[in-house]
């Protein structure tokens, strides 16, 4: 049973929790904890008399939903077992067909290249701002919106996150209201914010806005389990029969009563105390940014970056921690903080490490954290070989950026459609001979996490070259092999 030695070999380490999912292992509360390892078998049921149908809920499983719309001012809401990827498949198939154009991100997740690639509607990407100084994308600029809009009228749909990975939310209202102008459904992936209607404190939720449809997974940053996530939806230009097609597509026909479970346990407490749950993160996100900030070397994004490179809010119960600055590389102390001092956090790149926190972490996980990041920042140097190395360490991780930069400057050539690409045949070509071939995977780099390449697009000198750099620097590369080779065409 090799998995299920991993995950005891993981618990047995009590490690300090700052990834998903949000319970953080902690049940989600006492009660919710026990009655779950009580009823776990007992409760793994199939679609029984009074236990209704996700498929076709007119009982309990409707009743639930009906409660999450109106926690969220949605006209409908769905619970989904197949994570926020089946909910961003079903709202991008349920608005698009074949040919429609919808403008995406550059860094919009993976799951909205296979709603393209399963809708066969063509993407028109548009680039997010870049903070030079964190070595980051950051969101959609409207003025940047509104000049491929007016190159590409017909695009039927915009997608757009809130927030990002980073934590980072765009100006809603007025993409909302440029969408509205221009006759555009608004379909938003929210994965990362179930939990922003439930503060003041915190950016607006895409429910605020006139958008079409938006995505939850609320295993992110809340209590359900991983794999459970929501879709809702408001107003009549989303077809709720399409909705409900693609939906039954993208489920399983055995949906998790547990997973279903947990979904409905977690609104209720954000029903009966979602106020409290959300501050207790945010304090005590302030308190370890505070100390960060003023303790170490290394820095902790906050509220400066509101209105900076397309940040209209940010939400500050994540800690977006860049080590650059004191000469780190953010795989470095992500690789230290798990094997020096058992603290695993959610992500690294480049130039920062990230950690999410919820009302599930507590006190001593802030003090493991800060008393860790003090100790690495004050014995660092010593690693470093002195203040000279580390300096030409961060300009050295500053050249990588600009060249990084430079390159998302202009968008690759695309010669076919991600549909057209993903139905060629294919073969794996060593990444120094791909140039001038038509990529079939997406090539994406982390860090930023924007794809160099996407299915359709030829792969240039330049990209290579990066790609190499890249990989040499100890980032991770999606779409290339063990051997450093790319899936192209044939």
Same mark, same amino acid.
């Given at each position: 049973?090799?998995?299920?030695?991993?995950?005891?070999?993981?618990?047995?380490?009590?490690?300090?929790?700052?990834?998903?999912?949000?319970?953080?292992?902690?049940?989600?509360?006492?009660?919710?904890?026990?009655?779950?390892?009580?009823?776990?078998?007992?409760?793994?049921?199939?679609? @029984?008399?009074?236990?209704?149908?996700?498929?076709?809920?007119?009982?309990? &499983?409707?009743?639930?939903?009906?409660?999450?719309?109106?926690?969220?001012?949605?006209?409908?809401?769905?619970?989904?077992?197949?994570?926020?990827?089946?909910?961003?498949?079903?709202?991008?198939?349920?608005? @698009?067909?074949?040919?429609?154009?919808?403008?995406?991100? !550059?860094?919009?997740?993976?799951?909205?290249?296979?709603?393209?690639?399963?809708?066969?509607?063509?993407?028109?990407?548009?680039?997010?701002?870049?903070?030079?100084?964190?070595?980051?994308?950051?969101?959609?600029?409207?003025?940047?919106?509104?000049?491929?809009?007016?190159?590409?009228?017909?695009?039927?749909?915009?997608?757009?996150?809130?927030?990002?990975?980073?934590?980072?939310?765009?100006?809603?209202?007025? &993409?909302?209201?440029?969408?509205?102008?221009?006759?555009?459904?608004?379909?938003?992936?929210?994965?990362?914010?179930?939990?922003?209607? $439930?503060?003041?404190?915190?950016?607006?939720?895409?429910?605020?806005?006139?958008?079409?449809?938006?995505?939850?997974?609320?295993?992110?940053?809340?209590?359900?389990?991983?794999?459970?996530?929501?879709?809702?939806?408001?107003?009549?230009?989303?077809?709720?029969?399409?909705?409900?097609?693609?939906?039954?597509?993208?489920?399983?026909?055995?949906?998790?009563?547990?997973?279903? %479970?947990?979904?409905?346990?977690?609104?209720?407490?954000?029903?009966?105390?979602?106020?409290?749950?959300?501050?207790? %993160?945010?304090?005590?996100?302030?308190?370890?940014?505070? &100390?960060?900030?003023?303790?170490?070397? $290394?820095?902790?994004?906050?509220?400066?970056?509101?209105?900076?490179?397309?940040?209209?809010?940010?939400?500050?119960? +994540?800690?977006?921690?860049?080590?650059?600055?004191?000469?780190?590389?953010?795989?470095?102390?992500?690789?230290?903080?798990?094997?020096?001092? =058992?603290?695993?956090?959610?992500?690294?790149?480049?130039?920062?490490?990230?950690?999410?926190?919820?009302?599930?972490? =507590?006190?001593?996980?802030?003090?493991?954290?800060?008393?860790?990041?003090?100790?690495?920042?004050?014995?660092?140097?010593?690693?470093?070989?002195?203040?000279?190395?580390?300096?030409?360490?961060?300009?050295?991780?500053?050249?990588? @950026?600009?060249?990084?930069?430079?390159?998302?400057? =202009? @968008?690759?050539?695309?010669?076919?459609?991600? !549909?057209?690409? $993903?139905?060629?045949?294919?073969?794996?070509?060593?990444?120094?001979?791909?140039?001038? !071939?038509?990529?079939?995977?997406?090539?994406?780099?982390?860090?930023?996490?924007?794809?160099?390449?996407?299915?359709?697009?030829?792969?240039? =000198?330049?990209?290579?070259?990066?790609?190499?750099?890249? &990989? +040499?620097?100890?980032?991770?590369?999606?779409?290339?092999?063990?051997?450093?080779?790319?899936?192209?065409?044939?």
């Amino acid at each position: 049973m090799p998995l299920v030695r991993a995950l005891r070999r993981y618990e047995k380490k009590h490690s300090t929790r700052f990834h998903m999912p949000g319970h953080k292992g902690r049940g989600g509360f006492k009660d919710l904890g026990r009655l779950f390892k009580k009823n776990l078998f007992r409760w793994d049921v199939t679609e @029984l008399p009074g236990l209704d149908n996700l498929h076709e809920p007119t009982g309990v &499983i409707r009743e639930a939903e009906e409660k999450l719309a109106m926690l969220y001012g949605a006209e409908r809401s769905f619970f989904l077992v197949n994570g926020s990827t089946s909910g961003v498949l079903a709202m991008m198939g349920a608005a @698009l067909k074949p040919g429609d154009r919808v403008i995406v991100p !550059r860094a919009s997740h993976r799951s909205v290249l296979s709603g393209m690639i399963l809708t066969g509607a063509k993407p028109v990407y548009v680039m997010p701002g870049w903070h030079e100084e964190l070595g980051v994308y950051t969101q959609i600029i409207p003025e940047v919106l509104q000049k491929v809009i007016k190159e590409n009228p017909d695009a039927r749909a915009i997608v757009v996150a809130n927030p990002t990975y980073q934590g980072f939310c765009p100006d809603l209202k007025e &993409i909302c209201e440029i969408a509205r102008q221009n006759n555009m459904l608004v379909l938003a992936d929210e994965a990362h914010g179930p939990h922003l209607a $439930f503060s003041p404190h915190l950016p607006a939720t895409a429910g605020d806005f006139e958008v079409d449809a938006w995505v939850q997974s609320p295993h992110k940053m809340l209590s359900s389990l991983t794999q459970s996530a929501w879709l809702h939806i408001k107003g009549d230009r989303i077809d709720k029969e399409r909705l409900s097609s693609y939906l039954g597509m993208v489920t399983s026909t055995s949906p998790s009563y547990i997973l279903m %479970a947990s979904l409905d346990w977690a609104r209720m407490l954000m029903e009966s105390c979602g106020r409290y749950i959300a501050e207790k %993160a945010l304090n005590m996100a302030e308190k370890a940014r505070k &100390i960060i900030n003023g303790c170490t070397g $290394f820095y902790c994004a906050g509220e400066e970056l509101k209105g900076k490179e397309g940040i209209l809010d940010i939400d500050l119960s +994540r800690l977006m921690v860049n080590v650059s600055v004191a000469g780190f590389t953010g795989f470095e102390v992500e690789y230290l903080l798990r094997l020096k001092y =058992n603290i695993y956090a959610e992500y690294a790149d480049l130039c920062n490490v990230y950690f999410l926190i919820t009302s599930w972490n =507590n006190n001593r996980d802030i003090r493991k954290l800060t008393d860790a990041l003090k100790d690495i920042s004050k014995h660092g140097l010593n690693k470093n070989n002195g203040s000279r190395n580390a300096v030409q360490k961060h300009a050295s991780i500053r050249n990588m @950026l600009a060249d990084l930069s430079a390159v998302f400057k =202009n @968008l690759p050539k695309k010669a076919i459609e991600p !549909r057209e690409a $993903f139905d060629s045949g294919g073969e794996w070509v060593d990444l120094r001979h791909a140039a001038g !071939r038509i990529a079939k995977k997406a090539l994406v780099p982390y860090p930023p996490g924007i794809p160099l390449i996407m299915p359709g697009e030829i792969l240039e =000198n330049e990209h290579i070259v990066l790609t190499e750099s890249l &990989i +040499r620097a100890g980032c991770s590369i999606q779409g290339t092999d063990s051997n450093n080779r790319v899936y192209v065409t044939v």
